[in-house]
């Protein structure tokens, strides 16, 4: 309560009347105040020059000298502390404050501009069509970011992590972010421990989080760690409110220069077998990360997947066409390397009326103008699809018993028969599905019922394998592909008896 009195009643009294004395109209009014703008300028000048040369001596790169000389140079509340006392004290005229004041806001506010034009923060990722898994080497790190909110999650991604096959050619470096949500006024921060052996560590536990729970998180990583020798991993907590949670995993992900992020789904099983909600914020989390994250991303739905030290893990990919689906392919082709897992490859191909009325859609919706360069896109995303397929086919379907590659078909514009097709497809039982978030997302059928989905961040593929009207105990595994410019936006599931009527038919 103190705090929140301090900050959101004191500070701003004083500064409203610190503003109060600041009057630029002194400056204004002298015949020389370009001379005096102009040594404000110069001032600033010593400490990046500093700055400079001893980036020069230590072999760093001269923009780093200069962001730093430029840091040097910003003005914090003790300043402002420092002139209200020689006010007070009457050792400055309103002149010279007026002067030193805006010395300050002026190498203060130039500073983040001067930055952001050294080092392009918007572009840094542009080229970075390599962060995705399909087109990672083979003989690279997997560097993935794992987001968790608890114990009970990261025991769950510690699974998924297992399986991905970390070998000394390809091992795997995972980032291991505690997500926190800041429930009180303060600093958002990133940290990777919390001290808790001063007297103020009860505060800080009720502010930032359980130091117990990232130890116990901690735990289940070393435990992962001992029993792979190519894995290895980093811990840190993200302590921020749940609205800007996600831009502190993007920063993380860029400093990692990870390929993958992989996020729990909003959803968490219960004793009874059901998934149930843990925290609707979760929900909106999932979907801001989805929507701008400089790479690939992954939400895994945990229906009790096994460890692989005590059994064989079943894996199914089902694949439709997208850069979606060939990213979850690669996923699947790198599980499938394990000697612990078995992996069934199903491609469904939608034909007849399905094309047609695709076709005749774009038409009507972009216009004759445009319709030859969707209709292009279209074409290369096939020949992608096709290669990507006679690829895995080739190296991995001819040289792997465990895999197991089958086609289908669904020759209806309804979308009845793909509940159908996919309640056929589960009868052997599968421990794992992966699938692409946009799998299909070019169809009309996969559009209309993308509409009706509970849980859109999904998909459809994804969202009627989570749904309990499914029948499966799979988890599953939603992964979308980095796309450069990727738009994507989350609407609301339509309510209506159509949508019992859709549950009920699978």
Not at 290 to 315: H, W, Y
Request: charged share 20%; hydrophobic share 40%; with cysteine.
């Amino acid at each position: 309560m103190s705090d929140d009195f301090v900050t959101g009643v004191v500070c701003p009294i004083y500064f409203a009347g610190f503003g109060m004395r600041f009057n630029v109209g002194l400056i204004t009014e002298q015949p020389n105040s370009h001379l005096m703008m102009l040594i404000v300028l110069l001032l600033s000048i010593p400490k990046v020059l500093s700055s400079l040369i001893v980036t020069f001596f230590f072999g760093m790169p001269a923009r780093d000298g200069v962001a730093i000389g430029l840091l040097l140079n910003t003005k914090g509340i003790m300043a402002v502390i420092l002139l209200t006392i020689a006010w007070d004290k009457r050792m400055l005229d309103p002149l010279s404050f007026t002067v030193m004041m805006t010395a300050f806001l002026f190498m203060t506010v130039m500073v983040s501009p001067l930055i952001n034009a050294i080092y392009k923060p918007k572009f840094r990722f542009m080229q970075s069509q390599l962060r995705t898994v399909q087109k990672l080497r083979f003989d690279a790190e997997l560097r993935i970011v794992s987001c968790v909110h608890n114990t009970h999650q990261a025991t769950s991604i510690a699974r998924v992590l297992q399986a991905m096959n970390a070998t000394r050619i390809s091992p795997l470096h995972v980032s291991i972010l505690h997500l926190v949500e800041l429930t009180r006024h303060g600093t958002a921060l990133l940290v990777s421990q919390i001290d808790n052996s001063s007297s103020g560590s009860v505060k800080a536990e009720h502010m930032y989080g359980s130091q117990a729970e990232l130890e116990n998180i901690t735990n289940v990583f070393v435990e992962l760690a001992q029993e792979y020798n190519a894995v290895r991993f980093d811990t840190s907590s993200a302590v921020s409110s749940y609205a800007t949670i996600h831009e502190d995993i993007y920063n993380v992900a860029e400093e990692k220069r990870a390929s993958l992020i992989l996020l729990h789904f909003h959803k968490e099983l219960t004793s009874e077998g059901a998934l149930e909600i843990t925290n609707n914020a979760h929900i909106d989390i999932n979907r801001h990360v989805l929507q701008k994250a400089p790479c690939s991303v992954g939400i895994f739905v945990d229906r009790g997947v096994g460890s692989l030290l005590e059994t064989k893990m079943n894996i199914i990919m089902i694949f439709i066409g997208g850069p979606d689906d060939r990213e979850a392919l690669s996923i699947a082709w790198r599980m499938a390397g394990h000697s612990g897992t078995k992996l069934h490859v199903v491609r469904i191909h939608l034909l007849g009326e399905v094309v047609e009325e695709n076709e005749d859609e774009i038409e009507d919706s972009y216009g004759s103008g445009n319709m030859l360069c969707t209709v292009m896109d279209n074409v290369m995303e096939k020949e992608l699809d096709e290669e990507y397929i006679f690829s895995f086919r080739h190296k991995a379907v001819n040289n792997n018993d465990s895999i197991v590659y089958s086609e289908k078909e669904v020759r209806t514009n309804t979308g009845e028969d793909i509940p159908l097709l996919l309640n056929e497809i589960d009868k052997p039982g599968y421990d794992l599905y992966i699938v692409g978030q946009g799998s299909g997302s070019k169809s009309p059928i996969f559009s209309r019922l993308l509409e009706w989905c509970e849980n859109p961040e999904l998909g459809v593929i994804g969202d009627i394998v989570a749904s309990t009207s499914f029948g499966t105990h799979s988890s599953l595994l939603v992964v979308q592909q980095y796309m450069p410019g990727r738009k994507l936006k989350f609407k609301r599931p339509k309510q209506s008896s159509h949508k019992k009527g859709d549950h009920e038919m699978l």
